[in-house]
């Protein structure tokens, strides 16, 4: 059976990662709006019914604002941490609102998905590992610092969405004031390109495909980040998630029990 994966946004703007086997799906996160993420889900093929829940990796708005409209239309299960919900303002039926554990594997269907802590300038953030019938998938984005939850469960994935934000030169010579470029690079910010590809050259190049995520607009360009992968001799696909719209549909394992086209997208 396939486990089938698609960014429907990713960067400072908003995101949301969609994840499903044959019969379920969940996302990750919900940073857009619930009529854009429908819009590019139709685009894609995805279908809104077959999404069980949102799985919360923290408050800021760039990962919730559009988790309250989805989850009343379509009656979503939201997975959050106490910690989080207290802090992210989301106006929630009590009804859908379900928590988690850190490590503590949660069944949506036959998809096993496993929350684990990470550092980030957030209440009580996580990201999370997706299984099912032996492949896995992680989401690894607004992370500080590769961790040793973050190496070992990205070391189990067959792909990954794993966050590349900055290039440290076009951090260090831009705009951003001192105080916004030493949260950004600091242990509770994000991930550098040269963090994400030593993360990778250690612990991932046995992965089919690699989908780097959270780019920043101003601080980092696909081209350098492409540029600095394409020096790894692996066989995985690696491609940027774009910040304005939708990634292909990726897929990990047997295809064709899920009946439908994939749409191919080419990134500038």
């Known amino acids: 059976m396939a486990l089938s994966f698609a960014s429907l946004n990713s960067g400072s703007n908003g995101n949301c990662y969609f994840i499903e086997n044959e019969k379920d799906a969940v996302m990750i996160d919900a940073g857009i709006s619930c009529r854009e993420t429908e819009r590019r889900m139709n685009r894609l093929g995805l279908k809104m019914g077959k999404v069980r829940a949102i799985f919360v990796s923290h408050e800021h708005s760039d990962h919730i604002k559009g988790i309250s409209a989805l989850a009343k ?103 951003y004031p001192y105080h916004l470029k030493a949260r950004i690079r600091g242990d509770n910010g994000h991930l550098s390109n040269r963090q994400a590809f030593e993360l990778f050259l250690g612990n991932g190049t046995h992965m089919t495909q690699l989908l780097l995520s959270h780019l920043s607009r101003d601080n980092n360009d696909p081209k350098i980040v492409l540029e600095l992968f394409s020096q790894i001799n692996c066989s995985t696909t690696i491609a940027v998630a774009s910040r304005d719209r939708e990634s292909e549909v990726y897929h990990i394992g047997e295809i064709h029990q899920l009946g439908r086209e994939t749409k191919n997208i080419q990134f500038d």
């Open 73 to 175: 239309k379509y009656q979503l299960q939201v997975f959050i941490t106490d910690l989080t919900l207290n802090r992210s303002g989301l106006n929630l039926d009590s009804r859908l609102i379900k928590t988690f554990s850190s490590h503590q594997i949660v069944k949506i269907g036959d998809l096993d998905i496993t929350p684990f802590p990470k550092f980030h300038d957030a209440s009580d953030p996580h990201s999370f590992t997706i299984r099912h019938q032996g492949f896995t998938l992680g989401v690894f984005t607004d992370i500080g610092f590769p961790c040793e939850h973050v190496i070992r469960y990205f070391s189990e994935c067959h792909a990954a969405f794993l966050e590349a934000n900055y290039d440290d030169d076009l951090l260090e010579n831009g705009s």
